[in-house]
């Protein structure tokens, strides 16, 4: 599964070893988060990722998703505080408004009972004391690919700088 003498590894490698997919390797590929040189042999082209890169992501993962108490306090408080203008109940959609992810994302979420949530009338319906519960949970800290909205909730905050990166 290694290849040249275990120095490197091909982008698919590097997506079986780290769990990501290839969208979100190539994304960190690009932003330059992880380094990478793009080889081409013939009509096949492919990056070579270094082994010590699948390390690196791993402290950065692990970096970002541990909070201490104190941190994971501010940060509930903060999601109290948006989450005062709605009601005891809250729909997909609102969710989606709060966190900045897809319709999909959040379907994913409550199917994989990650954010506990039940089918109502055709809809997700979701306890706000769940949602509280879920934007402090060590998964939704922990996910690599943010969208807009998280990692500006995370700024401010100041649990990330405005690069994206852990403070």
């Known amino acids: 599964m290694i290849v040249r003498g275990n120095d490197f590894v091909t982008k698919e490698q590097f997506c079986s070893l ?5 969208k979100t390797a190539y994304k960190l590929i690009k932003s330059g988060r992880i380094k ?6 013939g ?9 010590s890169e699948i390390s690196r992501l791993e402290k950065i993962r692990g970096n970002i998703c541990k909070l201490d108490k104190d941190e994971i306090r501010k940060v509930r408080k903060y999601y109290s505080e948006k989450l005062k ?17 897809a319709k999909e994302s959040v379907r994913n979420w409550i199917k994989s009972e ?5 089918v109502s009338k055709r809809k997700f319906i ?5 949602l509280l519960d879920f934007l402090t949970s060590q998964y939704y800290l922990g996910i690599i690919r ?3 909205e998280h990692i500006s909730d995370f700024i401010k905050l100041g649990i990330l ?7």
């Open 36 to 41: 990478a040189t793009k080889r081409i042999c």
């Open 43 to 51: 009509l096949l082209h492919y990056y070579e990722i270094p082994i």
């Open 126 to 130: 979701i306890a706000k004391d769940d």
């Open 114 to 118: 990650k954010l506990l949530g039940i």
């Open 18 to 22: 780290c769990h990501i997919s290839k």
């Open 85 to 101: 203008k709605y009601p005891d109940i809250v729909f997909s959609e609102d969710v989606q408004l709060i966190t900045g992810y």
């Open 161 to 167: 700088d405005e690069g994206g990166r852990r403070i």
């Open 146 to 148: 943010k969208s807009k």
